[in-house]
């Protein structure tokens, strides 16, 4: 595996961009054949100026999300596999009526759109083959917070040329967000967000800012703790939060990383409440279902620490 | 040194090395408030750190290590192999791709015991196929190179059935199957071993008197009386039970069981049968520490306690080899 993130042994980031490594192997045959066809491509690919794409490729669950939001029928090509998968993909439902792909070069060459939308974070190597090829791609960050949100769906709209669209729905979230906030009262009860693997989702991430607008203390920031890390149990036990926040398993396969959240040591914590608060996939991309996490934490706080009493513990 | 003095000392280096164990977490606690939260109960975060973490987390270091060790000395005594270990020939391995198969399969949610169940059928199928390999050819190298062989396939299936499953964090566990770890286990992990090992440990221990007769030879053994179908049973049925119901909750740990009895046998009468509770907490003992060096030498990001056993008992097999040419015993 390229990079060998210890990361990767706790995260399903290592699935949800799972491409990487497997690209570069084959990077070597990969560029030959398609070097000899690369003039041909260039030949038979639209140009790209001006109007709106009318076929898009999306190669990312993340840019899937935005995607499927503001496409117009027909114009969304095909969705990333994981799409479809309920714990990372809150439109999980509405990608079962697009084709999928598993974000491969020979994929988008062989569908030929005019644009292709994906995530910085992954598939280095194919961004760099399609763009040689003459595709056009999007990328899109994944270091996401609350703010970021409206920012990346007007984008999306300005790619799709559904720019109405999305500073509807950019502006519909900033309301609704700047509502949560303004709602906030009270004690901040402290929550940590509790993977599998005992992984925190620390400062950085977008878990961090939705327990902020919830009106939540992150635990695990506030210890220092940046991005998705291992955080141990005793510890976790020692600083009893008023909230943990656990995380389904990802599908009925049974995994050791599911463990832990099932460890009766979390369960003997009797001050706190622990439980899996936030729908599947909610917060799993920066898309506007975000906002169902935070009311879904807020509804949890208000239980924890209601307005103008002390959290408990 | 005498026997019941030796197993005194090691009683005692394996008692202090189970209190280091439950004195040693990423959470600060002060010694004397958790072992008296450990006994007495107190406050509810000590509490429950020492009863739900800690303690689990050393009991089966202690037990699994208990096993390896014990399972190392039979094995090198009844096959009469200075190299004979449960990581070495194959039973740790398969022993793990029995619990992977169980496991991942969902059968083990099914029933409490299906997890060690499937676990000691892989230990028990690789040593029935190893015990009929050394009847045939009894030649050191043949059964270390069947075990090469056993170890490579069962690690091969494991990595396979790992890989199939539809849970992503499934592959990542690879590691664990195959490096094991005591790392946040529960008392639930504990109540599944344990029973297994303990009953195991009994059939071994009852083997003791035949292995001291084998080592004058088989046909003298059966002179002495020894059954030696029998034996091999408790041999078969022992080691599947103490290396495949610890395996279960642990994931495979390489070479305890052949670094031990190497370290022992020079203060014992070099007996098979004295050799075995020596062992036993000899292996309890090196876990322990293997276990605590983990927490203390990444602290945050804990190597895997087989990945240290083995870094320790690689080298040492090696040196074994090249010794080998020699005499060992």
Redesign the interface.
Known sequence: MAGGGRAHLFSPAGRRWPRSGRTRERHPAFRNRFAALATLALLALPAHAGEAPARVMSLNVCTDQLAMLLAKPGQLVSVSELAGDPSLSFLHEKAAAYPRNAGTAEEVFLARPDAVVTGTFSLHNTTALLRRLGFRVEEFSFEQTLDTIPREIRRMGGILGAGDRAEEIASRFETELKNVEASLCGPSPTAIAYDQNGIALGSGTLADSVMRAAGLRNLAAELGYAGMAPFPLELLVVHRPDIVILREPLTEAPALADQITRHPALRALKTSHVGAYVPPGSWACGAPAVLDAVRALRAVREEAAPCGKAPSG | MSQSRLNLLLCLLVLALFLASMLI???RLGPLDSLRALVAGGD??TM??MR???LPRAILALAVGFGLGLCGAVLQGFLRNPLAEPGIIGVSAAASFGAVLV??S?L??AAFYALPAGALAGAALSVVILLAIAARHGSTLTLILSGVALTSLAGALTSLVLNL??????S??I??WLLGSVK?R???DVWIALPLMLAGWALLVFSGRALDAFSLGEEAAAGLGVDMRRTRLLVIAGVALSVGAGTAVTGAIGFVGLVVPHLVRPLTDRMPGSLLLPSGLGGAALLLAADIAVRIIVP??ELNVGVVTALIGAPFFLWLIVRSRREIF
């Open positions: 977490g990423p959470a509810e975060a429950i750190i739900e973490i800690r496991f991942y969902g083990a949610g499953s539809p849970n992503p964090f499934a990542y566990e590691i664990f946040d529960s008392m639930n945050g990001k």
